[in-house]
């Protein structure tokens, strides 16, 4: 089990440096949950939701890199350290955190998404940023 959900982990990281929508979903279950524990509203269910997820980010960031500095695989699940990086309607995109994929066959079944933007200025605090206040 450990060599497939590691290459299912390379096919996933692969097709998202090469901006290839239809391969990067074609990694996940029809059925695919996607849960994202520090904020449940962004999670959601479903394949044709990441397609759409991943339209816009391509779309929006068109020099899109993304690195797994660090990956542990445990059976069927991919603990991931991820970075993803480029420019966002001229400003810089830089996201970082871990996911956490479960992987059955050759496809990801459900994932636990924690990433956050990375603070850009000294000015913003902690706490401006847990409120949602990062733009003030």
């Known amino acids: 089990m450990t060599q497939s959900t590691k290459h299912v982990v ?3 990281l692969r097709a998202m440096n090469d ?3 239809d391969e990067l979903v074609s990694c996940f279950h029809e059925d695919y949950r996607s849960e994202t524990p520090a904020h449940p509203e962004r999670s959601f269910t479903g394949r044709a939701q990441v397609r759409a997820n991943w ?14 500095p660090r990956t542990t695989i445990d059976g069927d699940t991919a603990w991931i350290e991820l970075r993803m990086h ?3 309607t001229d400003e810089e995109l830089d ?7 479960r992987i059955v ?32």
């Open 10 to 12: 390379d096919r996933f």
């Open 105 to 136: 066959g050759d496809r990801i079944q459900w994932g636990r998404i924690y990433l956050e933007p990375v603070q850009q200025s000294a000015d913003v605090t902690w706490e401006a940023i847990y409120a949602g206040q990062e733009d003030s």
């Open 95 to 101: 996201v970082r955190g871990v996911v956490i994929k």
């Open 86 to 88: 480029g420019t966002q």
């Open 55 to 68: 339209v816009q980010l391509f779309e929006t960031t068109p020099d899109l890199a993304v690195e797994f």
């Open 19 to 21: 901006h290839d929508l």
